[in-house]
């Protein structure tokens, strides 16, 4: 019986590593570009209703939490729209996988909005920048269940993060564009690195 249970044991620790490093195709390219599109769109209602200037920050963040959600909706119809049409045990694994690379980062974007809200409301406009850097180590920490240019999208945030932060400084305002062109562009970045992916994967 012991030998029985190591077998399985050493199964499952098998499986484990064959899914930690099989690709993550989860999303795809159509849904990435809808999410950057999304964010375009968000900074486009945002000038047009004035929550820019900073005077109403949790005007600010509610449009882009509520942007957010609706992102993180249209990737999760993706990812299950794709399960459905290639169930396996595999995928869910390296499915979980790659949430669970990207979990710490999410994690932390929520404490520091919800800290910044209750206890530093006037270190609120260095959300966008370091939420965007958050996206860049969710990325690198996902990197070996990703299309090996996603790190291209990766370094973008990274740097999009910093500039952002240095440009909000200047006079500590919150910028649609601070959220919108940064989202838009790596989203960009991304759907089309994912394109790039599939078509190889698909050919080959």
Not at 73 to 98: C, F, Y
Not at 127 to 155: D, E, F, K, N, S
């Amino acid at each position: 019986m012991k030998d029985v249970d190591q077998a399985l044991a050493d199964i499952a620790a098998i499986r484990q590593q064959v899914a930690m490093s099989t690709l993550f195709r989860g999303l795809g390219p159509a849904a990435l570009a809808a999410t950057g599109i999304l964010a375009l769109g968000a900074a486009l209602v945002q000038l047009t209703i004035g929550t820019d200037s900073g005077a109403d920050p949790f005007g600010y963040f509610a449009l882009w939490i509520g942007t957010a959600g609706i992102a993180l909706a249209i990737l999760a119809t993706e990812i299950l729209r794709r399960r459905r049409k290639e169930p396996s045990s595999l995928a869910d694994a390296v499915l979980q996988n790659a949430l669970l690379q990207f979990l710490p980062s999410g994690m932390t974007g929520a404490a520091l909005l919800i800290f910044s809200a209750l206890y530093a409301p006037d270190s609120l406009w260095m959300l966008p920048g370091l939420w965007q850097i958050l996206v860049a180590l969710g990325i690198y920490a996902a990197a070996r269940l990703l299309p090996g240019q996603t790190m291209i999208a990766a370094a973008w945030y990274f740097i999009a993060g910093f500039y952002v932060l240095l440009d909000a400084s200047q006079g500590r305002v919150l910028s649609p564009w601070h959220m919108g062109v940064p989202f838009l562009i790596g989203q960009s970045i991304m759907a089309a690195v994912t394109w790039r992916a599939t078509e190889a994967l698909d050919g080959a």
